[in-house]
């Protein structure tokens, strides 16, 4: 147990003095190009906009440390907007509404990394960071606390993911038989184990819309070549009731799913990113999940609310002696905003799972929102309080 502190303890170490970066084998370098001088405002934050079809601009260049972008979306649909490197998001923005904008602060250092430009068919824009001389570095004392929890909590990441990798097997095996009701069946209880580390998950740029992209990233829609996991399939089974177009679809799934299984064992995970994780969870519900928009054809959307509170409230746990050492207040009140979404979700309870959300009243849905807010507001602090900003 204590050799495996270390290690984790040296991992985390590097990490805080290293930056968010993947392992040495997942780097790849960036085409290289001039970059354009960034629109800078008085405050020193960084303007970028996204169109229906690209960045703007397509290249810019930031000097390193702290930056914060503020992010207009031009585009006629909602969109996010991710900073790239090799096959890691560094950070992101979603859904960003058409006309308006929003704003993120990243610690970036040195190299080239990518921008995501609204519809995942778009080409993706170039990030420059230049050297400032700013260096990245951590409270030894506090990350010796973080190393216990950060490898109890890959080693719940992966337990779900080799229960995701068992049931994608299964699910697929029904999609090809063409045995949709057994298929249907299957759907949520096997995309659960996903939504549980959407924030370790969402890590992989390319693997993520892969398994979990819905049809608005794309131009054709249901249609497009493209859309590919869990929400193509489910157009098949709930709306084509059919799947025979997607027998391929499934076989692809399979093997990201499988795929993402061996990034996971291999990745070390960032502190900031797992704890941030338990509010980013919650901030998908509450920001678009709970419109019904993500299990669209199915209306399964219940459970993957149950199974982002899931893995938000193990964060929360494993980190919960350092929380209250911090800021006892805000525990408390994250505990009770917890027990208030729980309490609400047990109604909509069935022997088969949950309710079909298309069930829920305007008020019901209002009802729900609010403590889903209130929640997402408490984990929001949560990486501050433990000095992961």
Not at 32 to 38: E, F, R
């Amino acid at each position: 147990m204590k050799q495996r502190n270390i290690l984790a303890l040296s991992v985390i170490l590097a990490f805080s003095l290293a930056g968010c970066q993947p392992p040495e084998a997942e780097k790849t370098a960036s085409a290289s190009g001039t970059s354009a001088m960034p629109s800078v405002n008085a405050d020193g934050s960084v303007n970028v906009a996204v169109n229906d079809t690209a960045c703007e601009p397509m290249e810019l260049s930031v000097p390193s440390g702290k930056v914060v972008f503020n992010i207009k979306n031009n585009s006629g649909r909602k969109l996010e907007w991710e900073i790239l490197k090799g096959v890691m998001v560094v950070d992101e923005r979603e859904n960003i509404a058409p006309g308006l904008s929003d704003k993120m602060t990243v610690t970036l250092l040195p190299g080239e990394y990518d921008m995501t430009c609204g519809l995942l068919n778009n080409p993706r824009g170039k990030l420059t960071v230049t050297d400032s001389g700013f260096k990245q570095a951590g409270g030894e004392a506090d990350f010796e606390k973080l190393a216990q929890p950060l490898a109890d909590y890959k080693s719940y990441v992966q337990a779900e993911t080799k229960e995701l990798v068992a049931k994608t097997s299964a699910f697929v095996a029904a999609v090809k038989a063409g045995d949709i009701e057994k298929a249907k069946s299957m759907f949520a209880d096997t995309r659960s184990h996903y939504e549980r580390i959407e924030p370790i998950a969402e890590l992989f740029n390319e693997l993520d819309p892969a398994i979990d992209a819905r049809e608005d990233d794309f131009k054709q829609g249901p249609k497009d070549p493209e859309f590919t996991g869990f929400h193509r399939i489910e157009h098949a089974l709930w709306i084509e009731k059919s799947a025979n177009g997607v027998k391929e679809v499934a076989d692809k799934l399979e093997a990201d799913v499988k795929k993402l299984q061996a990034e996971i064992d291999a990745l070390t995970f960032p502190p900031n990113k797992v704890v941030g994780g338990a509010a980013v969870l919650i901030e998908e519900v509450a920001g678009s999940k709970i419109s019904g928009e993500e299990d669209r054809y199915s209306h399964t959307d219940l459970s993957d609310f149950q199974a982002n509170i899931e893995g938000a409230q193990k964060i929360v746990e494993l980190f919960r002696p350092m929380i209250a050492e911090k800021n006892q207040a805000i525990l408390d009140k994250t505990d009770a905003n917890f027990k208030q979404v729980n309490d609400i979700l047990a109604k909509y309870k069935t022997a088969q799972g949950f309710e079909t959300y298309d069930k829920l009243t305007e008020p019901d849905r209002r009802t729900l929102q609010a403590p889903i807010n209130a929640l997402a507001e408490d984990l929001a602090q949560l990486r501050g309080t433990l000095g992961l900003n």
